[in-house]
């Protein structure tokens, strides 16, 4: 069964990192949602890369119940937010570098995705 990605975000490093996954094989993973801070970005992205979904706000994202996992890629001061919302949510997490903005904000969200039981992982 394929895993079922979100990806947060609709800027270049999301682009890239969606093009990098169609080298994996088919059938491994489906992008089922792309939640964005605008729901024209989010459009655009899902035309663009074969997104089943698109949302206007992360936390939509974050409600879709497809949605197994979440690339979380927007600029890095928002990774906190926004793996915080996706693991609030009981998403797993992989969030592009860096994790946080220091020491405190990772070991903030390190707790909270252990306290969840969810899967967090820098990329």
Known sequence: MATRWGIASSGKICSDFVTAMKA??????RLVAVGARALENAQAFAQKHGVEKAYGSYQELAND??????????????HLNVATIMIKAGKHVLCEKPLCMNVKETKQLVDLAR?????????
């Open 115 to 123: 306290q969840k039981g969810v899967f967090l992982m820098e990329a």
């Open 24 to 29: 994996l094989p088919e059938g491994d993973h």
């Open 65 to 78: 119940p497809n949605v197994e996992v979440v690339y979380v890629g927007p600029i890095h001061p928002q």
